[in-house]
């Protein structure tokens, strides 16, 4: 029955609510309901609805929300925290639904994309295809191409797709690029045209960037400020370009880093040649980039000079190298800086092995033996390894256990993996577009099954009806024993009894 403005009660003192508070803010869960049990004045004070909305969006859980939205911040943390829990669960046991993203009349899969949930796919038949994962509901339409005076033939074939927020672009063998606008139809909204074949697309995280590489040149384009695309740099390289990347966040004109063969440039507007590494007879095998980090792979003279393959770390706005890690026999041949959490960065080589490197350090956490014939694709966050690899295999790892939790196989090489806290995207594309015996495969399709290349969707979240994507005849309606957790929508036809 206190004045709580003015006579909070601390020990020997009266503080005023708001000095209390401010105290309280420095303390965590365990200790806010320590003090809780002190008093009942204390228990107002430590359930206050201001210091466990803090704690809420300190944890990382629902950053979008006002302090208005729950009632009871408190219960709001404990049900994320227990979502996230089950979700962990789900994703170590392998508790979950997954799909198949098909479609049968693009005949052989040429490239994969994802973002958010959105998955992109370009075919040999020329046509891209969206599927939007989030609903649940896999009748997304066919992104429609530009029609020309003179497009009565077969369409070529996409080389490369990708997509973002808000616009999804594919790059055709006829050096062709096209650009949608995930919010206005299936209409393009703009494309060009490069005279050669189109070596690399890259397509910014954010905002409205595309940049291409044909030939001995790279070209960037955007919108301008009334929404009319442009040319905004056009670089001319001296080598053929084999990777490219957009850096992020990047405010004015955007930066692009390009690696060909053995030189890595940093493409800007105004310095448009400036030459970040160099180093003749050692090209470079992988790259990405962050907001203000390189990192690519280097293959260097191997037992020659006894000089191991390594990953170099460079810094964008100063131009220096940061770090040089890793001591490989092997070529490495996928790199992941973007998407890691804080200070940490995920390779895969040609060596069959997955490695974690802290950037403050040069050695590697980890070292995974991952797969048969090397890794080709890989992602990491702060408790778990997705990795892909030449044979197939998709392995989800224990990062911290260095353990293997489960894998899951199909016929072609991993070219694409992507996941977040509830779902994971991967591609199995092929290396022959033109398998032998194409002729058939129109009319056999068990021939097309097997050459055409798979999409797999997987939903570990609790709160989707997940259950209901799986066909009536593969669910199970018996109590599961504990020793059984194979149940992601490949369990065994049982009848409804």
């Not at 021939?447 to 209901?468: N, T």
Request: hydrophobic share 40%; aromatic share 10%.
């Amino acid at each position: 029955f206190q004045n709580e403005i003015n006579e909070v009660p601390f020990f020997d003192i009266q503080l005023p609510y708001e000095l209390a508070l401010k105290i309280f803010q420095y303390l965590g869960k365990t200790e806010l309901g320590r003090c809780a049990q002190v008093s009942r004045t204390w228990k107002v004070l430590a359930e206050d609805e201001v210091l466990w909305y803090r704690l809420c969006h300190q944890e990382g859980f629902l950053l979008d929300s006002s302090i208005s939205d729950h009632s009871c911040w408190k219960l709001a943390l404990r049900n994320c925290r227990a979502r996230e829990c089950t979700l962990k669960t789900n994703w170590k046991n392998r508790i979950g639904a997954v799909s198949q993203l098909q479609y049968e009349l693009g005949k052989i899969l040429c490239d994969v994309h994802s973002w958010d949930g959105v998955v992109i796919a370009g075919y040999t038949s020329g046509e891209v295809r969206l599927w939007d994962t989030r609903t649940w509901d896999y009748t997304a339409p066919i992104l429609e191409p530009m029609h020309g005076p003179g497009d009565a033939g077969p369409r070529p074939h996409v080389s490369f797709v990708r997509i973002n927020s808000s616009l999804a672009v594919a790059a055709y063998e006829d050096g062709t690029i096209s650009i949608w606008n995930l919010m206005f139809g299936r209409e393009p909204i703009h494309h060009y045209q490069h005279n050669q074949r189109i070596q690399a697309l890259a397509l910014g995280s954010e905002g409205a960037t595309v940049a291409t590489a044909s030939g001995f040149q790279v070209k960037v384009e955007s919108p301008n400020d009334r929404g009319f695309w442009q040319t905004t740099g056009t670089f001319e390289i001296q080598k053929l370009v084999n990777f490219l990347n957009l850096v992020p966040d990047v405010v004015g004109s955007p930066v692009t880093v390009a690696a060909a063969e053995d030189i890595v440039y940093l493409l800007k507007a105004e310095d448009a040649g400036k030459v970040l590494h160099s180093v003749y007879g050692q090209p470079v095998t992988c790259l990405d980039v962050s907001a203000h980090e390189a990192a690519f792979g280097v293959k260097t003279f191997g037992w020659l000079l006894n000089e191991p393959n390594q990953i170099l770390l460079y810094n964008l706005e100063t131009s220096q190298c940061l770090r040089k890690m890793g001591n490989s026999v092997g070529d490495f041949t996928c790199v992941n800086l973007q998407n890691s959490p804080p200070n940490m960065l995920v390779t895969g080589n040609k060596d069959r092995r997955v490695r974690v490197f802290d950037l403050r350090r040069s050695e590697s956490l980890c070292s995974l033996y991952a797969h048969q014939l090397g890794v080709s694709a890989v992602q990491m966050d702060d408790w778990k390894i997705v990795s892909g690899g030449e044979e197939g295999l998709v392995c989800v790892w224990d990062q911290r256990m260095g353990t293997k939790l489960w894998e899951i196989h199909a016929r072609h090489p991993v070219r694409h993996v992507w996941f977040n806290s509830h779902s994971l995207i991967t591609a199995n594309i092929p290396e022959e577009k033109a398998p032998r015996g194409t002729s058939l495969l129109d009319e056999d399709f068990a021939a097309h099954r097997k050459h055409r290349g798979i999409i797999y969707a997987y939903e570990f979240s609790v709160d989707q009806l997940a259950v209901e994507s799986v066909l009536p005849i593969c669910r199970s309606s018996y109590d599961e024993m504990t020793g059984y957790n194979y149940n992601i929508g490949l369990a065994v036809p049982y009848d409804n009894i």
